[in-house]
């Protein structure tokens, strides 16, 4: 019994049919996760989100179609990777690159990085719970997830 007094159904696995399909390139999943973290943040001002991306220049797209939506640059934090140039960065991105202090850390709404730098977010001290949503674009890449 849930705690509604319902009755719960055993877990169903999915039908994996025509699940390849799904991470085929050009299938709308960064498009479709971009559009839920935008969502996400307008419904509820105190939404925090972590977004990881599998490579930089995934990171830095995924910054640029954010702002390319009309969110606020100052609810979004790209967080930079430590072998990323700073020169080689587009002019939008260049305003995420470097870490600030802890409490303001703590007030950006979206904080979007690679999975393997955003470990670095307790080494930071980011509270466990912070995040209301943790998102992963392409998580078939990912080797090391969170």
């Known amino acids: 019994m849930s705690s509604t007094g319902r009755e719960c159904s055993p877990y169903k696995p999915l039908d994996h049919r025509g699940i390849d399909d799904l991470h085929s390139p050009g299938t709308g999943k960064t498009s479709t ?31 640029e179609r954010l702002a390319a939506a009309g969110m606020d640059l100052a609810r979004i934090y790209r967080l930079d990777a430590s072998s990323f140039c700073e020169e080689d960065m587009s002019d939008d991105s260049e305003t995420f690159s470097r870490i600030p202090g802890h409490d303001r850390l703590l007030v950006f709404s979206v904080i979007v990085s690679t999975c393997p ?30």
């Open 33 to 63: 996760i971009i559009e839920s973290v935008i969502h996400l943040v307008r419904r509820d001002a105190g939404a925090r989100v972590l977004a990881c991306t599998p490579s930089d220049a995934a990171t830095d797209l995924f910054v």
């Open 117 to 146: 730098k955003a470990a670095i977010l307790m080494d930071l001290n980011v509270p466990v719970g912070h995040f209301s949503h943790i998102v992963i674009d392409d998580a078939a890449q990912q080797r090391n997830l969170l």
